[in-house]
């Protein structure tokens, strides 16, 4: 199973990115997928997640700025950010929880991550 994210970059303060990952290779089902981010110094938080039942959870330095939403496509996730500031620059890994094999597995998975950098 790979996860690989795309949609990071250098922006403005007030500005807008659209983060986006798409889970590959053999699974069964997901569980749960989300974002997860690392700023410098600092442990790694958890940003925003979607349920499979399509039920959301916010940090709360997020909420009202950032909105997480599956793809039409189960596998694809998308994470807009909105009236980005400067404390969001972090490094951005996606997660995703998966039922995997014949055994019906629960497995939990982290991309590689992508710089979000908000500066002037």
């Known amino acids: 199973v790979q996860l690989v994210e795309s949609g990071g970059g250098l922006v403005q303060p007030g500005g807008s990115l659209r983060l986006s990952c798409a889970a590959s290779g053999s699974f069964l089902r997901i569980n749960t997928m989300g974002w997860y981010r690392q700023a410098p110094g600092k442990g790694r938080e958890l940003v925003a997640n979607?349920?499979?039942?399509?039920?959301?959870n916010y940090a709360d330095s997020v909420k009202g700025r950032f909105t997480i939403s599956r793809g039409n496509a189960e596998n694809m996730v998308y994470l807009q950010m909105n009236s980005l500031k400067p404390e969001d620059t972090a490094v951005y890994y996606c997660n995703a929880d998966l039922t995997v094999g014949p055994f019906l597995h629960e497995m939990n998975y982290w991309g590689k991550g992508t710089l979000v950098t908000v500066s002037p």
């Open positions: 979607i349920i499979s039942g399509g039920s959301t």
